[in-house]
């Protein structure tokens, strides 16, 4: 009897460890941080001081985050030595100007600081997504998608944070964000199942999609448009809060949940004795499994089917794997 390929231990991917929810504090601060001087500064949101203030605490608070996951903290000053190859190393190089220039709001208002800062700001967002891509042995980090989602997640968290400390400014603003932030992620999720990923990834997501888009994004809009409608400031700052949470959980998730690994690829699956090896497989993963095409794996994935299968529609995938590797014979 022959064993599913798809899942064999020690060959199939598995959930990374050495990012944990310190590094996803990193990619949350960062992102709602610099969202939220971008969205003040878009706004022209006053005092500009104070929006200047919470928008540098967010992005202070995921160095300080990614500064705990450090192994050896006191050697950080390391990370300044590689800017040609390094985004982290320019993720830190753009927050020195980006500190200089919110201090200057927070100690003057000064608006074209402000601007600045927003622009510097945007710069570091993009520093922190162009990191996430650069991780080429987590599928779900590399994908390129993943660069305008994360993008569109600090800014829509950023106009979350406004919306509570502003309720009922920009909210034309507030529903455009939210909806490029559900446009990126989707097209994120359906790139990334249509190229192929590991089980455990799309699983992670799939099982989390609901809450995150109806409460991130259909219940804030709700809420938004019944807070307008009843000039009730706690309504409209629960629409913020609920858009910034989603998006904090989902980075989390992100980072801790659906990072799994590459893997191992099978180029041939051996046989005992003559005959032609089987064919190439990558075990654990649920679209293109085989690295190279065949006839019978030429067509396209159904995106819609691969997150069926997640959710247990596919009785083989749910089946306990084999704790083995058995060599199966081909004809002759």
Excluded at 12 to 37: K, V
Excluded at 121 to 147: D, E, N, T
Excluded at 151 to 169: K, R, V
Excluded at 172 to 180: A, G, K, M, P, T
Aim: proline share 6%.
């Amino acid at each position: 009897m022959s064993m599913d390929p798809r899942d064999i231990k020690g060959v199939s991917p598995w959930l990374q460890t050495n990012w944990d929810a310190r590094a996803a504090g990193n990619f949350i601060g960062g992102g709602t941080g610099t969202g939220l001087l971008a969205v003040a500064a878009m706004l022209g949101l006053a005092p500009a001081g104070l929006f200047a203030f919470i928008g540098l605490a967010f992005v202070g608070f995921g160095l300080l985050c990614v500064w705990l996951e450090i192994g050896r903290p006191w050697r950080a000053i390391n990370v300044f030595f590689h800017p040609q190859t390094s985004w982290m190393t320019r993720e830190g190089l753009v927050a020195m100007p980006l500190f200089a220039l919110g201090g200057l709001v927070v100690l003057f208002g000064s608006n074209l600081a402000m601007l600045g800062a927003a622009l510097v700001g945007l710069f570091y967002l993009y520093c922190q997504a162009r990191i996430v891509s650069a991780s080429k042995g987590i599928p779900a980090w590399r994908h390129p998608a993943i660069v305008p989602a994360l993008i569109s997640m600090g800014l829509a968290e950023g106009a979350g944070i406004a919306m509570i400390l502003a309720p009922g400014q920009g909210g034309i603003l507030f529903i455009l964000l939210i909806v490029l932030r559900l446009v990126f992620w989707r097209l994120y999720i359906k790139r990334l199942s249509a190229d192929g990923a590991p089980i455990g990834t799309l699983k992670a997501f799939a099982s989390r999609q609901f809450v995150y888009q109806v409460g991130g994004h259909l219940l804030p809009v709700l809420f938004l448009g019944a807070g307008l409608w009843l000039d009730n400031a706690l309504v409209m700052g629960l629409a913020g809060f609920l858009v910034a949470a989603s998006g904090w959980w989902m980075k989390l998730i992100l980072i801790t949940k659906a990072a799994y690994n590459q893997g191992f690829a099978l180029p041939r699956v051996p046989v005992r004795g003559q005959g032609r090896p089987g064919e190439s497989v990558k075990p654990g993963w649920l679209a293109h499994d085989r690295l190279t095409p065949s006839p019978s794996y030429g067509a396209a994935p159904d995106v819609n089917r691969s997150l069926e299968q997640i959710r247990g529609e596919d009785s083989r995938l749910q089946s306990k794997p084999s704790k083995g590797f058995v060599f199966r014979r081909s004809a002759p």
